[in-house]
Nanobody, 116 residues
Framework: QVQLAESGGGTVQPGGSLRLSCTAS?????????MGWYRQAPGKQRELVAS???????NYASSLKGRITISRDNGESTVYLQMNNLKPEDMGVYYC?????????WGQGTQVTVSS
C-alpha cells in the first residue's frame, strides 16, 4: 500500500513563501501516476492546487498560476509545491494526493496559515 508523508506547512506573513513536500512510500506498481496538491479552507470544498504526472505534465488552478510551481523527483517519489506571494485566502489544509488507475491515496494534510 502506498503511503504519503507531507511536510513544509506552517505560518507565514502575507507575501511570504512556503515549500511543501510529499513523499510516497510503499509498493508503487504503476509508474504512470499523478501526484498533486489540493487544499481545503474552513467551510469550503477541497480544491485542486496543482498536479504533475510522472512524465512531467502539469495542471494548475487558474487562480494560483504565477504564484505556485509544482515539481517532482521520480527517483525519490517526491512532489514539491513552491508557493510564493502567499495571501490570506491561501490559508487551509493542504493535502497531497497520489493517483494511478488502481490507487487514489491521500495524505493527512499540512496546515498553511497566512497571517500578519
Amino acid at each position: 500500500q502506498v503511503q504519503l508523508a507531507e511536510s513544509g506547512g506552517g505560518t507565514v506573513q502575507p507575501g511570504g513563501s512556503l515549500r511543501l513536500s510529499c513523499t510516497a512510500s510503499g509498493k508503487i506498481f504503476n509508474h504512470n501516476n499523478i501526484m498533486g496538491w489540493y487544499r481545503q479552507a474552513p467551510g469550503k470544498q477541497r480544491e485542486l492546487v496543482a498536479s504533475i504526472s510522472s512524465n512531467g505534465g502539469t495542471n494548475y488552478a487558474s487562480s494560483l498560476k504565477g504564484r505556485i510551481t509544482i515539481s517532482r523527483d521520480n527517483g525519490e517519489s517526491t512532489v514539491y509545491l513552491q508557493m510564493n506571494n502567499l495571501k490570506p485566502e491561501d490559508m487551509g489544509v493542504y493535502y497531497c494526493n497520489f493517483w494511478d488507475p488502481q490507487l487514489d491515496i491521500w495524505g493527512q494534510g499540512t496546515q498553511v496559515t497566512v497571517s500578519s
